[in-house]
């Protein structure tokens, strides 16, 4: 790869000047650990709706970008390799399962009542236009908790008001889920590695019980048997019937949640990228850390209408600080896309709007960070010049 891109990262990284990362989790990458990685990876432009995740296939040489209705699958020059499209959901954050080199991603049905992790056999995505129902490249596991999540009738009376982020229902605020990400169980930093799927949540200023971000995790070395290939027409109910655990983190109120979630082994800490909340009570930082290595704590559910304990996540003590609230954070981006390189490195990605030849269309680009643990942002952006 060192012939392909001209020059290694490392000589990259010294004509860019970067400076020494500040004293936080993490240390500065040593130069034999920087990855020989491409700054920048197009992910083409496409009539879709905005991109909303990547995953990265480091060994392989592949990126996946998921743009609401299409997986889309690129080398590192970001030439197209293929696609998956016939999507009429919401195909959102995306993650790849190294035990089983399938990418994972967040598929939500909110009309039908029905969510999903969709798993994608990369292997066999091999042309431009491959249909997601028809070309076996695609199956699905169904997710009852979040569908009973989703579906609550708070108000009690006997109605449920559908996709609506106006109203007394959906317990903790859930509009489905986005974020999905595997690393280990939350109060270790090694060991087997769960699939992480967090919730979106609905903007809603006038509750109190939709301020944390919620989390589910499952064991998926034994999802086989769940899985099945995607109907539009007729979805399909086959899933674990319970969770291996549910967490939550109290950040404020996000707007739709955890749009990207990554489990970074560089600094030990599950990074939580958003789109800002609304709550003039709380800082609206868009993005959160949760420190790997801390255990849950059973506790109160603050907000609940009616008491509720639960798992409890802390937010990693440092980034900026609003003493009113107790909430840490930080400045930064990834909510269109995050993936932890491993090192200290990630891509974050970048959309926009474009118009090609008369036609609306959304791109990406996959750009490389690397960690500093700087306050008000973390990361700082490597570039050749």
């Given at each position: 790869m060192r012939t392909l891109f001209g020059a290694t990262l490392a000589a990259l990284v010294a004509l860019a000047g970067l400076a020494a990362p500040a004293a936080h989790a993490g240390r500065m990458p040593d130069m034999a650990e920087i990855p020989e990685m491409p700054t920048s990876v197009y992910g083409g432009a496409w009539p879709t709706s905005h991109v909303q995740g990547v995953a990265v296939d480091e060994k392989n040489g592949h990126m996946y970008f998921s743009f609401t209705q299409m997986l889309v699958k690129t080398d590192l020059h970001g030439n197209v390799l293929g696609t998956v499209e016939g999507l009429t959901g919401h195909l959102g954050d995306l993650t790849l399962n190294v035990k089983d080199g399938r990418v994972y991603g967040s598929l939500e049905y909110k009309d039908a009542e029905a969510f999903y992790i969709a798993i994608f056999d990369v292997d066999e995505i091999d042309r431009v236009g491959m249909d997601a129902e028809s070309d076996g490249v695609m199956t699905t596991v169904y997710l009852p908790e979040v569908?009973?999540?989703?579906?609550?009738?708070?108000?009690?009376?006997?109605?449920?008001?559908?996709?609506?982020?106006?109203?007394?229902?959906?317990?903790?605020?859930?509009?489905?889920?986005?974020?999905?990400?595997?690393?280990?169980?939350?109060?270790?930093?090694h060991g087997k590695q769960k699939l992480m799927v967090a919730y979106g949540v609905y903007s809603n200023t006038d509750r109190v019980d939709n301020d944390h971000q919620v989390v589910l995790e499952y064991d998926v070395s034994r999802w086989r048997r769940y899985e099945r290939p995607l109907?539009?027409?007729?979805?399909?109910?086959?899933?674990?019937?319970?969770?291996?655990?549910?967490?939550?983190?109290?950040?404020?109120?996000?707007?739709?949640?955890?749009?990207?979630?990554?489990?970074?082994?560089?600094?030990?800490?599950?990074?939580?990228?958003?789109?800002?909340?609304?709550?003039?009570?709380?800082?609206?930082?868009?993005?959160?850390?949760?420190?790997?290595?801390?255990?849950?704590?059973?506790?109160?559910?603050?907000?609940?209408?009616?008491?509720?304990?639960?798992?409890?996540?802390?937010?990693?003590?440092?980034?900026?600080?609003?003493?009113?609230?107790?909430?840490?954070?930080?400045?930064?981006?990834?909510?269109?896309?995050?993936?932890?390189?491993?090192?200290?490195?990630?891509?974050?990605?970048?959309?926009?709007?474009?118009?090609?030849?008369?036609?609306?269309?959304?791109?990406?680009?996959?750009?490389?960070?690397?960690?500093?643990?700087?306050?008000?942002?973390?990361?700082?952006?490597?570039?050749?010049?």
């Open positions: 569908v009973e999540d989703f579906t609550a009738d708070m108000n009690g009376d006997g109605v449920f008001d559908g996709d609506v982020a106006d109203t007394p229902d959906h317990r903790y605020g859930c509009s489905g889920i986005d974020g999905v990400a595997f690393g280990p169980s939350f109060g270790s930093t109907s539009q027409q007729d979805p399909h109910t086959s899933g674990p019937a319970a969770v291996d655990g549910k967490y939550f983190l109290r950040t404020g109120n996000t707007t739709y949640g955890v749009q990207n979630l990554e489990y970074d082994p560089h600094t030990e800490r599950w990074m939580m990228a958003v789109y800002e909340g609304k709550k003039e009570q709380f800082p609206n930082y868009s993005f959160f850390m949760v420190d790997a290595a801390t255990d849950p704590v059973t506790g109160i559910v603050a907000g609940q209408p009616e008491p509720e304990t639960g798992e409890l996540l802390s937010l990693a003590p440092d980034g900026r600080y609003d003493p009113a609230t107790g909430t840490f954070g930080w400045d930064f981006h990834g909510q269109y896309g995050l993936v932890s390189l491993g090192n200290g490195y990630y891509y974050a990605v970048r959309g926009e709007d474009v118009v090609e030849d008369g036609v609306e269309k959304e791109n990406a680009y996959a750009e490389l960070y690397r960690w500093t643990g700087a306050t008000p942002t973390p990361f700082q952006r490597v570039t050749g010049s």
